[in-house]
């Protein structure tokens, strides 16, 4: 299995990371989770576009362009014979003696690696139970960076309550949740949070929002209230590993009919066909 370090291609158990490396140490740099799909990376531009504005934001300026980037990564799905699957990108603002502020002149480091993903059927199709936290996290969700503590604390409560996600709710406001975007539909119409500092703008959840209209599907990116998410009639949730999974219980209660509902099903539909026609695949 190859990786993919500055911009060679190594063997896996080659790849290695400097003890004082600032991701390892402070959790400084970026990230992006890409879909692989037929052997194609599903939404690479948006992907990058992404890590490109995450490094921006944190000052770090990234040596390559993205088409650069975008032709490795296609070389090590291919290298790597990777059908169905993803690949996880991450920047770093480099090496130095370990102190928190840094000097002009770091080398980003640069790493990818492919892996293979289950397509979480069940849940898709049968649904998925949430709970709900605080959003405890920093005011700048907007970026992908690698530091997710918060977000390991509460998906791994969520997990030990045999919950699929968290929903995070931030003075009252529901945010998103510990690795998706979070949306419910109240009298036929979609909301879901505005893309703002308070939550990451998720390409599967640019992707819905695009179906959606195409869809006729009113949506309202204006965030919901907790009382209004308890009383919706649909919750699902929007990633790229999760795709679209609908929410049928939260904190143990029904959601609605405590089934998938016809909203998310349409948008599910809708984006399977997305995907298809995007690769020419069936995915
Ligand atoms: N997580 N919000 C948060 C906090 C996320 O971590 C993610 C994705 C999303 C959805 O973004 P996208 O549709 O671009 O995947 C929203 C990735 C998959 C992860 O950390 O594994």
């Known amino acids: 299995m190859k990786t993919l370090v500055n911009g060679q291609l190594v063997d896996r158990e080659e790849a290695a990371v400097d003890i004082e490396d600032r991701g390892y140490q402070f959790g400084d740099g970026v990230y992006e989770v890409i879909r692989v799909y037929n052997g194609a990376l599903f939404g690479l531009r948006e992907h990058i576009a992404r890590l490109f504005r995450s490094a921006a934001e944190i000052g770090i300026t990234l040596p ?7 032709w490795d990564l296609q070389k090590l799905v291919q290298e790597n014979k990777l059908i169905d699957g993803g690949v996880y990108i991450q920047t770093t603002r480099g090496k130095a003696p370990r102190k928190h502020q840094y000097d002009e002149g770091l080398e980003p480091q640069t790493t990818a690696y492919t892996f293979s993903v289950k397509k979480p059927e069940n849940e898709q199709k049968a649904g998925a139970q949430a709970i709900t936290a605080e959003d405890k996290r ?29 929903v995070l709710i931030r003075d009252g406001a529901v945010t998103e949740g510990t690795s998706s975007n979070v949306y419910a539909v109240i009298n036929g119409t979609v909301r879901t949070h505005p893309a703002n500092e308070l939550i990451l703008n998720g390409i599967t959840r640019m992707k819905l929002l695009e179906l959606m209209k195409e869809n006729d599907i009113e949506v309202r990116e204006k965030a919901l209230t907790e009382d209004e998410l308890r009383d919706a009639d649909e919750i699902f949730i929007s990633s790229t590993t999760a795709e679209l999974i609908p929410i049928v219980t939260l904190d143990g209660k029904p959601v609605g009919s405590g089934v998938p509902g016809p909203v998310a099903k349409t948008i599910q539909e809708a984006f399977q066909s997305h995907i298809q026609q995007e690769l020419g695949v069936q995915s």
Do not use: H, P, T
């Not at 390559?64 to 975008?70: L, V, Y």
């Not at 970026?143 to 996600?165: D, F, H």
């Open 64 to 70: 390559f362009s993205a088409e650069d980037i975008e």
């Open 138 to 166: 920093w005011l700048r969700c907007d970026i992908k960076s690698l530091n997710l503590l918060y977000n390991v604390m509460i998906k791994q409560k969520a997990y030990e309550a045999g919950a699929y996600e968290a």
